[in-house]
């Protein structure tokens, strides 16, 4: 994990040019350190605009990891649940894991995509795991938001 004590520390239009930066040129880092930052603010009254943008690069990032045609050297990992499950039930898993806990749902599935990305015959894998993170990232914007309000 990042340290993303950098976004907690600066305004809120500073931390969203910082994310979207490091988006162009790292996608999976941008959303480690978004997903970092909303797990981090979920204990912070207060910080809405910051969860929104977190979560807006969290999308962001995995759009464009799910989008992305580089090939991953490392690949999936051996046992990764989310790349063995049958297109037809992973959208149900990923919602079954989000509703559980969306951070690390999101924070597997992320590791799955970016494992999968570039892979040939993954499209509509890559576009559900995309879809699952946007879920998330909504799950933990509004999770906050309860908590706080």
């Known amino acids: 994990m990042s340290d993303i004590t950098r976004y907690l520390h600066t305004s809120v239009s500073d931390a969203k040019i910082s994310l979207e930066g490091n988006l162009q040129a790292n996608p999976a880092g941008a959303a480690l350190d978004a997903l970092a930052l909303l797990e981090a603010l979920q204990d912070r009254e207060g910080q809405t605009s910051r969860r929104k943008?977190?979560?807006?690069?969290?999308?962001?990032a995995s759009k464009a990891l799910a989008e992305s045609e580089e090939l991953d050297k490392h690949g999936v990992a051996a046992g990764d649940y989310y790349a063995e499950i049958p297109t037809g039930e992973l959208r149900e898993w990923v919602q079954m894991t989000v509703d559980d806990d969306p951070a690390k749902a999101a924070r597997e599935m992320l590791a799955t995509l970016t494992g999968l990305r570039g892979e040939h015959g993954t499209a509509?894998?890559?576009?559900?795991?995309?879809?699952?993170?946007?879920?998330?990232?909504?799950?933990?914007?509004?999770?906050?938001?309860?908590?706080?309000?």
């Open 53 to 60: 943008v977190a979560a807006s690069a969290l999308r962001k």
């Open 124 to 149: 509509s894998r890559r576009k559900i795991l995309a879809a699952g993170i946007g879920k998330a990232a909504k799950a933990l914007t509004e999770e906050a938001t309860l908590c706080t309000g």
